[in-house]
């Protein structure tokens, strides 16, 4: 299993995509960049809407902050795009690290959690049946995506601690 | 100056937060940093992207509540911030990429403060929506994003 995923990762980093990111100077920190705007914008929005979710600011109809949720949606984008480069740029740093399996984890987790929100919940949403106090299985929902999240951001913080990467 | 900075940085608590090989020195206080920036300019977000006309079925009112919120996180911040500026205080004391960073921090706090005088001011006039509050709110999510582009320009100095 290591070993297959140890011969991706030389493979990948052999690829020209894999160099061009490297030898680009400027591509690493301005992918930093878009990464904390986007893990900005996810936590913001996304929490501002699981809290909703959850019971607080009561006078916000779920159905409003819901419309909210396309700028949180672009800020996973952001943040997953800009992550993907660096697994494409630095595949070495990421195949043996714990850290990174613990974030695809909590990824998996909150992607999950939000799917299956969209699936059972949207349409009640969108219809304002909502509005007023959802059920516990909300709140469940809400708590699971906020703690998630945060998970997400704190495997992603150990990298370079846990796995010593980079 | 200088001695002051290689003081700071030589102290006992310098010297633990940078080289204590612990996950509960340099990676904490920096986690703390990452999720205080995410709580500050992501709940700074919600509010300013309201004001510039998104999500308009949503009442300013109770959005005052994000507030609170954005102090925590940026509490977090300052005193993370202190303790990671400590670790590494001859090099953050004498770039001007971290004094950039000081300055449009402190015009980020001013502008918050000005934007919730601007909008939940009136009292019992309840929330109101001006020209200002979305100049405001446009200059209040640049300066934060822009905090954002210095403190990772911070990681290259």
Request: proline content about 4%; aromatic content about 14%; glycine content about 10%.
């Amino acid at each position: 299993m290591h070993h297959t995923l140890d011969l991706f990762a030389v493979w990948l980093r052999g690829t020209s995509i894999s160099e061009a990111i490297r030898v680009t100077p400027w591509l690493w920190p301005v992918c930093e960049i878009l990464h904390f705007f986007g893990l900005s914008l996810l936590i913001g929005i996304a929490g501002f809407f699981d809290l909703r979710l959850m019971g607080f600011m009561k006078r916000v109809p779920i159905s409003a902050a819901w419309t909210l949720m396309p700028w949180a949606k672009f800020g996973f984008a952001l943040a997953a795009l800009t992550g993907v480069t660096f697994f494409i740029g630095a595949p070495d740093q990421y195949v043996d690290n714990p850290a990174f399996y613990a974030k695809v984890f909590f990824l998996i987790v909150a992607n999950a959690n939000a799917a299956y929100f969209e699936a059972i919940y949207r349409r009640r949403v969108e219809s304002r049946a909502l509005d007023g106090d959802g059920p516990m299985a909300v709140k469940v929902i809400g708590v699971v995506s906020i703690v998630s999240w945060f998970f997400v951001i704190y495997w992603g913080r150990m990298l370079p601690f846990i796995g010593n990467a980079f | 100056m200088m001695e002051l900075l290689a003081a700071l940085e030589n102290s006992g608590f310098g010297t633990w937060l940078r080289e204590a090989p612990s996950i509960w020195a340099y990676p904490a206080v920096l986690t703390l940093h990452t999720i205080g920036l995410g709580v500050l300019v992501g709940g700074n977000a919600v509010l300013d992207l309201r004001l510039l006309g998104w999500g308009r079925a949503i009442p300013l009112a109770p959005l005052e509540r994000l507030f609170p919120v954005m102090w925590v996180g940026f509490w977090v911040n300052a005193i993370s911030g202190v303790a990671l500026f400590v670790g590494d205080a001859t090099t953050k004391g004498t770039t001007w990429v971290f004094m950039t960073k000081l300055v449009i921090i402190a015009v980020g706090v001013v502008l918050l403060l000005a934007l919730r005088r601007t909008v939940y001011g009136r009292g019992e006039a309840g929330a109101v929506e001006t020209p200002t509050s979305r100049m405001l709110a446009a200059a209040s999510l640049a300066l934060w994003f822009l905090a954002i582009v210095t403190g990772r320009y911070m990681a290259y100095v």
